[in-house]
């Protein structure tokens, strides 16, 4: 059983190591040192997971676990509630690989640790330049900050709360509104918002996310609107005040040996983007095969980037109608979302995009 007061929760996937580095080693420097790390890298890539564990292991008030597997997409809250599990403290601030804690960071959240609340912090944002500067050498006391704001992710939570509402809901993948829903779920279940308004913790700059890619096809998973349904899916949960989400199961995640059954599927389909194809195979035939491990590949078909068939549908000619890579890619991950998340699987998009792999094991052990 833990001693410490206080569990620090990293979630990771496949980032830099120097932010990683500088922000453990702020939490090296702080003034109390109640508390411990579990960091926790959800499938990342091994040409990032290796050095990311070097890193970590350096720090003795951090433990790294790999868990999920590459094939699976980005969950945070999966992530997080891995964490929230493993913990045996009292009490769980969920960070970010991003931030820099001030040196007085536990000491403070510690006079807050309290059932039935939690706290939420103010945060300055560092510039690129200020960012590197601290990389390079770490000295908070003199950081230059851009600008300051709330953050809704990074938090003190009651383990006992946050278990009582089965943590962050597993359905929001990708970016966006899984923090405010934790938030919400908390204060309609009771705990009451006790927030921090002291400048504790800076963001190291790094680059906006992409949203205009979500509308493109690239080699890493993007869902056309995924922000919009994410925040669809927590407004729901505000109209319902809904507190309790997940299964029983929640925070238990698939590992690399489940990543190897994938290996050996029982049923392997090879289709074209041709729209009828890949409609009935998501729509029917993939509800037929219960309890098998299914892989299909869909294949951009080269009749579709032909100039006889580009001319035969400018004259309306076209009886045999296609959908784009990227229509294929958002179909089968809306069907990951709305049905699968909780199944093993994995999914990669080839490096000239013409073609899509998707396997997964139709019997969910995580339910």
């Not at 945070?76 to 969920?94: Q, V």
């Not at 009771?190 to 790094?206: E, F, P, T």
Request: glycine residues 4%; hydrophobic residues 35%.
């Amino acid at each position: 059983m833990s001693n410490k007061k206080v569990t620090i929760i990293f979630p990771y996937r496949d980032r830099d190591g120097k932010r990683v580095n500088s922000s453990l080693l702020s939490l090296k420097l702080q003034t109390i040192k109640d508390f411990e790390v579990i960091f926790v890298d959800y499938g990342s890539q091994e040409h990032f997971a290796k050095p990311i564990k070097d890193i970590v292991d350096k720090y003795k008030f951090a433990t790294y676990y790999y868990v999920g597997h590459k094939g699976l997409l980005w969950n945070k809250s999966k992530t997080l509630n891995f964490g929230i599990r493993k913990a045996e403290s009292n009490y769980i601030i969920t960070a970010d690989v991003d931030i820099l804690f001030n040196e007085n960071f536990i000491e403070t959240v510690l006079k807050h640790a309290q059932p039935q609340s939690f706290s939420l912090f103010r945060i300055g944002y560092l510039s690129q330049q200020e960012t590197q500067k601290q990389q390079l050498q770490l000295n908070l006391n003199s950081v230059k900050v851009s600008f300051e704001g709330d953050t809704f992710g990074i938090g003190l939570f009651s383990k006992a709360d946050l278990t009582s509402i089965r943590g962050l809901d597993e359905f929001f993948h990708f970016y966006g509104s899984e923090d405010e829903d934790l938030n919400l779920r908390l204060t309609t279940f009771g705990a009451k918002n006790n927030s921090i308004k002291d400048v504790l913790l800076y963001h190291q700059w790094h680059p906006r996310y992409p949203k205009k890619k979500d509308n493109q096809l690239t080699k890493l998973p993007r869902l056309n609107n995924i922000m919009r349904l994410n925040q669809r899916h927590y407004l729901l949960h505000k109209e319902q005040q809904t507190t309790i989400v997940n299964t029983d199961n929640w925070g238990i995640c698939y590992t690399e040996e489940d990543a190897l059954l994938l290996n050996n599927p029982e049923v392997i389909r090879e289709i074209s983007n041709i729209k009828s194809h890949v409609d009935h195979f998501f729509g029917e035939e993939l509800n037929g095969y219960k309890n098998k491990i299914v892989s299909v590949v869909i294949t951009e078909d080269p009749y579709y980037a032909s100039f006889k068939y580009q001319l035969k549908k400018l004259l309306g000619k076209q009886s045999q109608p296609y959908i784009t890579m990227k229509a294929v890619n958002d179909l089968i991950l809306q069907k990951i979302l709305y049905h699968y998340y909780n199944h093993n699987y994995a999914y990669s998009i080839a490096k000239d995009l013409n073609r899509i792999h998707f396997t997964i094991q139709l019997k969910p052990t995580n339910d």
